[in-house]
Nanobody, 122 residues
Framework: VQLVESGGGLVQAGGSLRLSCVAS????????MGWFRQAPGKQRELVAI?????????AYSDSVKGRFAIYRDNAKNTVHLQMNRLKPEDTAVYYC???????????????WGQGTQVTVSS
């Protein structure tokens, strides 16, 4: 199983970016999907998470609530993070994470993307 992220880049404060993460491989089902971020010198933190039951079951960190939106496309094994009104403090490497059950009766496992850099200039 592999997760590949895209959509990072450099943007001015107040701008928008959309991150995408697509999973591929021997996937039976995907439970929760989420986005985390890690700024230099800081611990990785949860940004947003969406459960497998649909788009109504999700949560955001207080720092991004009202500005970011997470949504998933189950048919494409994809999760997106729409980031609006970006601030310099949103600068970080963003990672997607999925809880995936593979074919073969394996228990669900955590899978991470490689990370994508988001830089917000003031």
């Amino acid at each position: 199983v592999q997760l590949v992220e895209s959509g990072g880049g450099l943007v001015q404060a107040g701008g928008s970016l959309r991150l995408s993460c697509v999973a591929s491989g021997s996937i039976f089902s995907i439970n929760a999907m989420g986005w985390f971020r890690q700024a230099p010198g800081k611990q990785r933190e949860l940004v947003a998470i969406i459960a497998s039951s649909g788009t109504t079951n999700y949560a955001y960190s207080d720092s991004v609530k009202g500005r970011f939106a997470i949504y998933r496309d189950n048919a494409k094994n994809t999760v997106h993070l729409q980031m609006n009104r970006l601030k310099p403090e949103d600068t970080a490497v963003y990672y997607c994470k999925m809880v995936i059950r593979r074919y073969g009766g394996f228990p669900p496992g955590d899978y991470w993307g490689q990370g994508t850099q988001v830089t917000v200039s003031s």
